[in-house]
């Protein structure tokens, strides 16, 4: 067949020659050793986990080696995009600081090696599905529904039962030039399949950064390089921009590297050097169903979508920090010898990322944000409590903003010092942690939360005692020692020592008795330190809820 004959009658009307295209795309010049890395979603909902995971990644190596990260939108399937995926994707890089420098970001397309969506680059990839038919590596298939329609599946089962290969080639690949030539003619759609070479049983090596050298089945598929749309499907856009665009490193999930054979083949096709590969693992759990460890799924896990911990009020930090944890082993003992260092500092390296899929752990992140929201100032935390409600709890945001003072009250108490204190999990932890501060939040009826440890008498007989001798203009150790004298009339032990020789013969000692107060103010026997909370409430509220309590038992 005249190949060149056969890539005029399929593309008579190419723009660019592939020549013309390389010559728009000249080589980066970029110090040695600086990675082009990408992030290159496709705009089909929200931004995932895994691909968060990647993001970061890209931005690391980035960061790290003085490099480019530029921002590349795979919008080919017209059927699955979902508006606004893009800008919100970038949105959310953003907030967490880890914006692309070129291609799409938020001020707009920058960059000289554009454009950065797929959708606008139809010209280029023709060039290079022309280029295919003259060498005589593509052809057309007229197929109604090339991609897995039942026609050719029914083509492929018979030719499977006739030669008992698992060879996936076209029907269309025996097809004369004459016959292509009638049904363009007839006005006939065309997808373009790669001519696979392979046959089975051959194999091919693969280079990955992270997981080295992995030797793979040949790929055996007449791969679709253009739909009969004419849009490429991500196998051919690919290598062509990656190429073009100058990217050395391709990071991208680890499920694709099962057609990473296909996009080899394309590579070879074009006689483009493939770059280096990191196949990222993917973030599991275990199935609640199956009991089975299984990759984080769109449908069943509502933390695959990263704006699930935006909702949940986790600082970005305490995420990063999460994910990096996940990405580089290195990172857990990086963050003990340096605490309190910016993290984008952190020295990652792709020899140190982890090969085998990591769970999600929950208990694991709940613990680094503690210690995140521990290392920031009680301003810090009371304007991100803030800025969480006002996305996601109005009404909160209003009572947290009435009660500025008394918010940053409790949140300085303990945060000084070397062990800070941790009880916040999340920004949104707040509302039900402090709901004891604020009048609007607190239930009557908690305050009446006592055990059986201590008997109603005596509860009434204590609280009606420290309400009537009320008095929180001292200092802490003096009101201590308050308290400790009611305790005391009271038939608690003053001596510790005394109250352990012989526990029976008391009500209990003075931390028992300060836990009724606690109780009776909060309702809670979880507060930080008791002496401060009655204070920052006030003697006229701390009265009220002791006359409620009192009333009420
Ligand atoms: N568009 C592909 C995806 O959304 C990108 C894979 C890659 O990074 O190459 O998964």
Request: hydrophobic share 35%.
């Amino acid at each position: 067949m005249d190949y060149n004959k056969l890539a005029d009658l399929l593309f008579p009307n190419n723009k660019y020659t592939v020549e013309d295209v390389e010559k728009m795309y000249p080589a980066r010049k970029l110090p040695a050793g600086a990675q082009v890395v990408r992030f290159a979603p496709s705009p089909t909902g929200y931004l995932h986990l895994g691909h968060f995971f990647q993001a970061i990644t890209n931005k690391f190596i980035a960061l790290q080696s003085n490099g480019v990260f530029y921002f590349r939108l795979e919008d080919t399937d017209k059927r699955r995009e979902v508006a606004g995926a893009d800008k919100l994707a970038l949105e959310f890089l953003e907030e967490y600081n880890l914006g692309p420098n070129e291609g799409l970001t938020i001020n707009g397309d920058i960059g000289d090696y554009g454009p950065y969506r797929q959708s606008e680059r139809g010209e280029i990839y023709r060039a290079y599905a022309k280029r295919l038919v003259e060498k005589g590596r593509a052809f057309p298939c007229f197929c109604d529904a090339p991609e897995g329609k039942e026609e050719i599946l029914e083509n492929r089962e018979k030719m499977l039962e006739e030669t008992a290969s698992i060879m996936e080639h076209d029907p269309c690949r025996g097809l004369t030039f004459e016959e292509i030539q009638s049904n363009i003619k007839a006005g006939k759609g065309f997808a373009l399949r790669l001519l696979s070479p392979n046959k089975e049983g051959d194999t091919i090596k693969v280079y990955d950064l992270i997981k080295g050298e992995r030797e793979i089945p040949a790929n055996l598929k007449d791969v679709v390089l253009l739909k009969n749309d004419g849009i490429p499907p991500y196998p051919f856009a690919h290598p062509i921009d990656d190429h073009l665009m100058g990217t050395t490193i391709v990071v991208r999930g680890e499920d694709w590297f099962s057609s990473v054979n296909q996009h080899i083949d394309i590579f070879n096709a074009l006689d483009i050097k493939p770059m280096n590969y990191i196949h990222t693992p993917l973030i599991c759990k275990i199935d609640a169903e199956t009991g089975n460890k299984r990759k984080l799924s769109k449908r069943k896990d509502p933390e695959n979508n990263v704006f699930f911990f935006k909702e949940a009020g986790y600082p970005n930090v305490a995420v990063l920090e999460y994910l990096l944890n996940l990405a580089n082993s290195n990172f857990e003992s990086w963050r003990v010898q340096n605490p309190q260092a910016d993290i984008f500092s952190f020295p990652f390296s792709i020899k140190k990322m982890s090969t085998g899929n990591p769970m999600f752990d929950l208990i694991k992140l709940n613990d680094i944000s503690k210690n995140v929201i521990s290392r920031m100032t009680a301003d810090e935390v009371y304007n991100s409590v803030l800025v969480w409600a006002e996305e996601f709890d109005k009404d909160f945001a209003k009572i947290w903003k009435d009660n500025k003072q008394k918010a940053l009250g409790v949140l300085a108490i303990g945060r000084e010092g070397e062990r800070p204190r941790k009880d916040l999990t999340t920004f949104a932890d707040a509302k039900t942690l402090y709901s004891y501060m604020f009048k609007e939040t607190l239930s009557k009826q908690n305050l009446l939360g006592f055990d059986e440890k201590v008997d109603k008498a005596t509860i009434k007989e204590f609280l009606t005692k420290y309400l009537a001798n009320l008095d929180l203009d001292v200092d802490n150790q003096q009101w201590f020692n308050q308290v400790k004298e009611i305790a005391g009339t009271c038939g608690f032990a003053t001596d510790n020592k005394e109250y352990k020789a012989n526990p029976t013969a008391f009500k209990g000692n003075v931390a028992d008795a300060c836990a009724l107060i606690r109780i009776a103010i909060t309702g809670t026997n979880q507060t930080p330190d008791l002496c401060t909370i009655l204070k920052i409430l006030g003697k006229e509220e701390v009265k009220s809820r002791l006359e409620f309590v009192i009333g009420n038992l």
